[in-house]
């Protein structure tokens, strides 16, 4: 059974930083694309930043390119993602999600991940 599990969420003043983990299990890690997604109360859910596990290739939302850092680690089966200044505009529910699709704006738009983790909440206070 695939399972992804995210960790790390938290409260943090605006500025500060976080790293949230999802931990795989029941796949091959290699060979998938890890997707971060962010959905904030009444919004939709929107792509952060993906990582592509065989080449370790990412990508980054423009919101998030050069505060956020997307890692893996194939020995722990576990992607990780660091979030630095955090804004409050970043407060939201953060899920992890992992498929054979493209990590790039397309992939994280409109590719199908068919593994969910169940989300960790960012609450980033002013």
């Known amino acids: 059974e695939v399972q992804l599990v995210e960790s790390g969420g938290g409260l943090v003043q605006a500025g500060g930083s976080l790293t949230l983990s999802c931990a795989a299990s029941?796949?091959?890690?290699?060979?998938?694309?890890i997707g971060w997604f962010h959905q904030a109360p009444g919004k939709e859910r929107e792509g952060v930043s993906c990582?592509?596990?065989?080449?370790?290739?990412?990508y980054y939302a423009d919101s998030v390119k050069g505060r956020f850092t997307v890692s893996s680690d194939s020995a722990k089966n576990t992607v990780y993602l660091r979030m630095n200044s955090l804004k409050s505009e970043d407060t939201a529910v953060y899920y992890c999600?992992?498929?054979?699709?493209?990590?790039?704006?397309?992939?994280?738009?409109?590719?199908?991940?068919?593994?969910w983790g169940q989300g960790t909440q960012v609450t980033v206070s002013a």
């Open positions: 990582i592509r596990t065989t080449d370790g290739s990412t």
């Open positions: 999600a992992a498929d054979h699709v493209p990590c790039s704006e397309y992939g994280l738009g409109y590719g199908s991940f068919g593994s």
């Open positions: 029941g796949f091959t890690f290699d060979d998938y694309t």
